[in-house]
């Protein structure tokens, strides 16, 4: 079955720490995002990439970095530089930006 | 004023009833219009997606764009409480090389037994 799976489902981070979040697709998407989700604010863009080595900044990169090494694959690193990384992270791609975007299932980081 | 506006709710119906969930937008350039349902602790799901104005039905769901208006609608028929959700509205300017996807926040429904 074609999907987006992101890993881990749960990810607890000590202050000071580097994680990475994995997010891969096996759906032939060139086009693939970066959101973070929180309580009362929706959907926002942390990084987006439309092509293997290319990636864009969203509305919140600030304390995130990405890379796209692979079309099938887009990590996201929140770094120590991230003030407020507690949140439910989403991954989604598309065929091409704009087009629907498939979700994958979250990773929920809180930091400790 | 915001790009797309949704009414966060929440919003509490009865098993059966017809549910309507709206977004407005003020962008004219949009021409492409997802609704995304979003359980608790899960990623959004697709639910309907449409071009430009008129009205796409898939059983018990109806999705409505009013360009003139830049309003944009989903209407849940017979709704179950298999359909307690957020409910999120998008739209992009160009489905094809150009603009992200620009969402709404999310209307959280709840139907009660």
């Known amino acids: 079955d074609g999907g987006i799976t992101q890993s881990p489902k749960y990810l607890f981070r000590k202050e000071g720490q580097n994680v990475t979040l994995s997010c891969e697709q096996n759906?032939?998407?060139?086009?693939m995002y970066w959101y973070r989700q929180d309580p009362g604010q929706g959907l926002r863009l942390i990084y987006y990439?439309?092509?293997?080595?290319?990636?864009q900044k969203g509305d919140i990169a600030e304390g995130y970095s990405v890379s796209r090494e692979k079309k099938e694959s887009f990590p996201l690193t929140v770094t120590s530089a991230q003030k407020n990384p507690t949140a439910f992270y989403l991954c989604?791609?598309?065929?091409?930006?704009?087009?629907?975007?498939?979700f994958g299932s979250g990773t929920r980081l809180t930091v400790v | 004023q915001k790009e797309v506006e949704q009414d966060p709710g929440p919003l509490s119906v009865p098993e059966g009833a017809i549910v309507s969930l709206n977004c407005t937008y003020s962008n004219s350039a949009f021409q492409y219009f997802m609704w995304y349902r979003q359980y608790s602790r899960k990623g959004p799901e697709l639910l309907m997606y449409?071009?430009?104005?008129g009205n796409k039905e898939d059983g018990r769901f109806t999705a409505q764009v009013d360009k003139s208006s830049k309003y944009i609608s989903l209407f849940i028929r017979d709704s179950q409480p298999s359909d307690s959700a957020t409910y999120l509205c998008a739209m992009s300017g160009h489905g094809g090389s150009q603009g992200n996807l620009i969402f709404g926040k999310g209307t959280k429904l709840s139907v009660k037994p």
């Open positions: 449409t071009y430009s104005s």
């Open positions: 990439s439309q092509i293997v080595n290319d990636f």
């Open positions: 989604a791609s598309s065929i091409r930006a704009g087009e629907g975007y498939t």
């Open positions: 759906l032939n998407h060139d086009a």
